[in-house]
């Protein structure tokens, strides 16, 4: 298996079982729409954000900035943007 279809397993097991139902709804819907379109590096940023705990990415995700915990990036961008439709 190569290293690219290795993290976006890991992504995609860890973004639907988190055991907070609001983040495994947002988080599994975001990947689906986005993990094919990240190079490697994107992947890797994603993993870390998702390596979180789901309080630290909820309080992140409903706060109007960018914090410490979570790094600015183009994944965590899309990420504080994305709404579920």
């Known amino acids: 298996m190569k290293k690219i279809d290795s993290i976006k397993k890991k992504i995609r097991y860890r973004a639907e079982y988190r055991g907070f139902k609001e983040m495994d709804l947002l988080l599994s819907k975001f990947v689906k729409k986005y993990i094919n379109t990240f190079n490697y590096n994107e992947l890797l940023d ?12 909820f309080k992140w995700y409903s706060a109007n900035s960018f914090s410490e915990v979570i790094s600015e990036t183009k994944v965590s961008k899309l990420l504080k943007n994305f709404k579920i439709d």
């Not at 994603?46 to 990415?57: A, G, S, V």
């Open 46 to 57: 994603l993993y870390e954000i998702l390596e979180k705990d789901d309080d630290i990415l």
